[in-house]
């Protein structure tokens, strides 16, 4: 059986990447694919503890996250595929053109 720790180090080193992702680049489809990558961190270390501890607790919760992930998905990709059409690109510097 794997140890809990090699899981939490796993789960650790998918979120530092996530957040090296989303904090380097400007293309917002690349800044939303690192946040599921955080997202997905957090629920290998949730699932990781609730087996050790052997509960279900966290499980649940990851389900939750997931669903959650998913409809966060689906929007963030309308709103880029809105400006996409209407900037003819994904870049996140594009939106300071929209104040006023």
């Given at each position: 059986?794997?140890?809990?720790?090699?899981?939490?180090?796993?789960?650790?080193?998918?979120?530092?990447?996530?957040?090296?992702?989303?904090?380097?680049?400007?293309?917002?489809i690349?800044?939303?694919?690192?946040?599921?990558l955080?997202?997905?961190?957090?629920?290998?270390?949730?699932?990781?503890?609730?087996?050790?501890?052997?509960?279900?607790?966290?499980?649940?919760?990851?389900?939750?996250?997931?669903?959650?992930?998913?409809?966060?998905?689906?929007?963030?990709?309308?709103?880029?595929?809105?400006?996409?059409?209407?900037?003819?690109?994904?870049?996140?510097?594009?939106?300071?053109?929209?104040?006023?």
């Open positions: 059986m794997i140890p809990l720790s090699w899981y939490m180090a796993l789960a650790a080193v998918l979120f530092c990447i996530g957040v090296y992702g989303f904090l380097s680049r400007r293309n917002m690349m800044m939303l694919l690192s946040l599921e955080m997202l997905n961190g957090v629920n290998l270390n949730l699932v990781a503890m609730s087996r050790a501890m052997e509960r279900v607790d966290g499980h649940i919760f990851t389900l939750f996250i997931i669903t959650v992930a998913a409809a966060e998905a689906a929007i963030g990709l309308g709103l880029a595929i809105c400006l996409f059409r209407a900037r003819r690109t994904v870049a996140i510097d594009a939106l300071n053109q929209l104040k006023g």
